[in-house]
């Protein structure tokens, strides 16, 4: 398998056989970063993490890993560089390929990564963008097999905003895995043309479904895992509040949607998430609309069902494989 100099800007530009051999490795780095044992592989190697969107889990996961495999970090603020105000991203790019052997970026446009990608000749890693989330991915279903025992022939059902980036990356590595998928929301927030028609042919062979449904009955007795994401994505216009309480209230997971599923079904969140009143949006949300939760109850946040810190540490475990794999001079 050749990975070395690849650039990772989505799920659907990697084999499954890639894909597999990505959450194999992860493992491996995960074992050895319990063990306390020293893998710091490129101590002369340096990478840069540009964020035009804000992060938590993505940012530190992206240092952390790059720390842990001995390289210089330089992070890159929403504000902190020239690029896009004063420089291209082409220029950018090609400044910033002379300096580092790899870079990471988060923002807006799906096109802006691929800019990067295509003017750098060291390779860029999508820390997620309007259209998709695919490191959030690889945590996720590497978080599925272990809680699961297992990928081929699971079902993951994602529920509420269907056509934003996390629920794309989820559709497209389910279909790669042989996971079936059940996109479940208003029809308003449904997953686009494009990427059903991307997917469906890949699911087809691999012999899973892709299933776009309204009915959140459909989960019932079928789903082993339970997805959840915010209902505003960043960069959305906060006007629209108002309008996705209303399209989603209905889509809000709950005990009762858990307990309908699978027994011993997980629920999954890639976080930061509205279960409580503890931020200042969800306080917002609440003296303006009167719900002090929102995507999912804070009981199935809390519950042994809830596998969402197991996930948000696998982050930094899959980013590190990633770049572990593309940088590696010996792949
Ligand atoms: N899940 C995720 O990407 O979290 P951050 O926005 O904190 O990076
Ligand atoms: N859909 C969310 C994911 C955050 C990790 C967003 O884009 O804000």
Redesign the pocket.
């Known amino acids: 398998m050749d990975f070395k100099g690849r650039d990772f800007l989505r799920i659907l530009d990697f084999s499954e056989a890639e894909l597999r051999y990505m959450l194999d490795v992860a493992k491996k780095f995960k074992e050895m970063k319990h063990a306390r044992q020293n893998h710091k592989y490129f101590p002369n190697k340096n990478i840069a993490v540009i964020f035009e969107k804000t992060s938590t889990r993505t940012r530190c996961a992206f240092e952390v890993a790059g720390y842990d495999l001995g390289m210089g970090v330089t992070y890159l603020d929403p504000t902190g560089s020239q690029m896009g105000h004063k420089e291209s991203i082409a220029d950018t790019a090609r400044v910033l390929a002379r300096f580092y052997d790899g870079i990471e970026f988060r923002g807006f446009k799906q096109e802006t990564v691929d800019e990067l990608a295509r003017y750098s000749d060291v390779p860029v890693w999508n820390g ?1 963008t309007d259209s998709c ?1 695919p490191t ?1 991915a690889l945590a996720d279903f590497m978080t599925m097999e272990e809680k699961l025992g297992g990928l081929r022939g699971k079902t993951l059902a994602f529920v509420g905003d269907t056509h ?3 629920s794309n990356s989820l559709m497209a590595m389910s279909a790669k895995m042989g996971v079936n998928y059940i996109a479940c929301g208003p029809t308003a927030l449904k997953p686009s043309d494009e990427i059903i028609a991307a997917c469906q042919p890949i699911a087809e062979k691999n012999g899973c479904t892709i299933t776009v449904t309204n009915d959140i009955n459909v989960l019932n007795g079928v789903t082993d895992a339970i997805y959840a ?2 209902w505003l ?2 960069g959305e216009d906060k006007e629209k509040w108002g309008e996705r309480i209303q399209q989603l209230q209905p889509y809000r997971v709950t005990m009762e949607m858990i307990n309908a599923a699978k027994p011993g079904a997980i629920f999954l969140h ?1 976080l930061p998430s509205f279960h409580d009143l503890n931020t200042s949006i969800a306080k917002d949300v609440y003296e303006k609309f009167g719900i002090s939760e929102m995507e999912v109850t804070n009981e199935v946040f809390e519950s042994e069902h809830s596998v969402v810190f197991d996930e948000a540490e696998n982050r930094m475990h899959t980013i590190k494989a990633v770049m572990y794999l593309t940088l590696n001079d010996k792949n």
């Open positions: 997620l989330h959030q934003n980036n996390v994401d915010v994505s960043l890639c």
